[in-house]
């Protein structure tokens, strides 16, 4: 089975703070993906990835960036914390460009 | 704009019945549609996919049925067990900027009744 791991379940961080989400798959796969999920808003994409130091931005980059040094570490990073980026993040990867596999989130709270 | 929206937020069904979830979608160039499954406290889980060139598609008591005329996708569960409890999310996907882009909607809660 594929396995996406996610550093934290829960993270409490004070606004301009640096944060980092780190996100591990062990199956090789060469797209990974960073997303928020908001209630009533979905899943949305923040950025992705398809090759080691490779990074595209998603549909809401703004605020973000990304680090994939490793082919199977994706690292989402923000800047400078603030409230609206209290969220739940997802990490996904995939081998194809169609099913991908989740992590299982990390609830960010900015206070 | 290019969306894929949900028309009910919340679902209820007894045990035993049959649930249909439903899903619009915007985009005609879409050509794959996957519905995933989020139980509370873990990330989406694969649960069956279509093409654009199919209508219907059938897994394990779940069938996926596409109507490209109306733009319209639903996710039948026959026999609802209360493992089904979770959010259903469906998702399109189309070429975008030279990537495949996946697309999900809002999703709909799926209360299991004994």
Known sequence: ??????????????????????????????????????????????????????????DIPEGYSVSREKKERFSLILESASTNQTSMYLCASSLTSYEQYFGPGTRLTVT | GESVGLHLPTLSVQEGDNSIINCAYSNSASDYFIW??????????????????MDKRQGQRVTVLLNKTVKHLSLQIAATQPGDSAVYF??????????NKLIFGAGTRLAVHP
Not at chain 1, 5 to 22: A, I
Request: glycine residues 10%; aromatic residues 14%.
């Open chain 2, 36 to 53: 995933y499954k989020q139980e509370s406290g873990k990330g989406p889980q694969f649960i069956i996919d279509i093409r654009s060139n």
């Open chain 1, 1 to 58: 089975d594929v396995k996406v791991t996610q550093s934290s379940r829960y993270l409490v961080k004070r606004t301009g703070e640096k944060v980092f989400l780190e996100c591990v798959q062990d199956m090789d796969h060469e797209n990974m993906f960073w997303y928020r999920q908001d209630p009533g808003l979905g899943l949305r994409l923040i950025y992705f990835s398809y090759d080691v130091k490779m990074k595209e931005k998603g």
């Open chain 2, 90 to 99: 469906c998702a399109e996907i189309y070429i975008s900027g030279g990537y």
